[in-house]
């Protein structure tokens, strides 16, 4: 539990309605006291950082020449938050820049009689660090960021009466300098003041700077679980092992596909946590739209409106594609072209619980059971007299879509179902109204 009486969120002016709701949920998966009061505390735009800074009679340490004006804007929020933390007679309190995201897991190594003035929970940090006597825990070397951290009172009169505003620096250079970690003797020196600081080994939150572009692409939708969209780079083996089924990762495609109609193959591919963090994602996102059925129910959304296909396809281009080739015994003929529409379906049972029969017009079709509950549901295949309802999240089917495999979405009756839809065509196609 991170004992706190409040939390100050840093953020800069912007037009963004959802930024607070945002916040909330983001909190949420922090373990602070329940009921926790939050405020957001604007600093300066970046463009308006020095005019700011002189505007409120401080000043910048000699020789820093901020590269990033946001820095500036920062370092006053920080500052600014110390002291009226302080006013408010705060015990202890938590101060979080915008772009947090709660990483963490092993929380209970704050269930310590070790304590400090400041504890990180977010930070760049270098080389140095120490352990604690607590594991898990460490005193901190030099830590060149500070985005997120826990402060008692004692750290909030050390802080303001640093002589900091006489010198603004970011709060991190200023935060090593006091512990005696700064690796520039006059940094070092230039404060008064004496910061016990801890960290977790690893950080409890990140900043968020490493989303993929195709959120951008979805009109800078801010997502809440970053985490799923971190599928590229240095996060994607993180990223297969959190999300994707061990045993599709290594192709043991006899050992787990069933056929329960010729050429309908049923096989787990991905992870609980994949289904229940896509489904928040999309109730998130929240704009259900009906684009198969132009006269039903919204009742679908496509992966790329919240920003999700190029981390999905990427997923079905590495472990669902090499399935497809080996069951239906695709080669040559462009088929390493195939691509597709992705959507989220959700069936509610009072409203739009079941899908007619028909047949999809693709090459190949997939389906992905992301809960299970509900009553009712499953795909139906009349031909063949076969109900497809897998009893584990994060399976799935695939079906050939042209002809031949006539189905239909078996009405639900209670609660709600959702799965994910892929249809998958030769080249890329756009949706019916010309967007991907
Ligand atoms: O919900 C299902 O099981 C079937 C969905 C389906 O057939 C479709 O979306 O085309
Ligand atoms: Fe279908």
């Not at 981390?311 to 015994?329: E, G, T």
């Not at 195939?338 to 619980?353: D, H, K, M, P, W």
Request: aromatic content about 12%; charged content about 20%.
């Amino acid at each position: 539990m991170i004992t706190t009486e409040k939390v100050y969120i840093l953020a800069f002016p912007g037009n963004d309605a959802n930024k607070e709701k945002l916040f909330a949920e983001r909190l949420r998966l922090l373990p602070l006291p329940e009921n926790t009061p939050l405020e957001v505390v604007e600093v300066p735009r970046e463009i308006d950082a020095l005019a700011a800074l002189n505007a409120a009679g401080l000043k910048l340490m000699e020789g820093y020449n901020p590269d990033d004006k946001r820095d500036v804007s920062l370092a006053m929020g920080h500052w600014r938050v110390w002291h009226q933390a302080l006013q408010e007679g705060r015990q202890s309190v938590v101060v979080l820049e915008e772009d947090f995201v709660p990483t963490g897991t092993h929380y209970h190594i704050l269930d310590t009689d070790e304590t400090a003035d400041l504890l990180y929970l977010g930070r760049y940090a270098s080389d140095g660090d120490r352990p604690a006597n607590t594991g898990g825990l460490v005193r901190p070397g030099y830590s060149q960021g500070a985005f997120a951290y826990r402060l008692n009172r004692r750290g909030l009169e050390i802080l303001t009466a640093s002589g900091f505003a006489e010198q603004i620096i970011p709060a991190g250079e200023l935060f090593s300098a006091l512990s005696g970690q700064h690796p520039d003797r006059e940094v070092k020196e230039a404060y008064t003041g004496r910061l016990d600081v801890l960290a977790p080994m690893k950080n409890f939150i990140s900043p968020d700077g490493n989303w993929h572009a195709s959120l951008q692409a979805a009109g800078g939708y801010i997502p809440l679980h970053p985490q799923l969209y971190q599928a590229f780079g240095e996060h994607e083996a993180a990223w297969v092992k959190r999300y994707v089924n061990p045993q599709l990762v290594h192709r043991e495609f006899d050992l787990i596909c069933d056929e329960p109609i010729d050429n309908v193959y049923a096989f787990p591919f991905f992870t609980p946590a994949f289904c229940q963090e896509v489904i928040e994602e999309a109730e998130h996102f929240g704009e259900w739209t009906n684009y198969r059925e132009k006269d039903g129910d919204p009742i679908d959304i496509k992966l790329s409106s919240f920003g999700l296909d190029e981390v999905f396809n990427q997923a079905l281009r590495k472990y669902l594609h090499p399935l497809l080739f080996h069951k239906y015994h695709l080669h040559g003929q462009g088929w390493e072209n195939l691509t597709s529409q992705n959507f989220i379906v959700r069936y509610l049972a009072e409203r739009q619980g079941h899908l007619g029969l028909h047949n999809d017009g693709s090459y190949v079709s997939l389906i992905v059971t992301l809960n299970l509950d509900y009553d009712g549901g499953g795909t139906f295949f009349p031909k063949y007299k076969k109900l497809i309802k897998p009893e584990q999240v994060g399976y799935a089917s695939v079906h050939p879509g042209l002809l031949g495999y006539l189905h239909g979405a078996r009405p639900i009756t209670r609660g709600r179902r959702y799965i994910l839809a892929s249809f998958f065509f030769l080249g890329s196609r756009p949706f019916s109204d010309g967007t991907y």
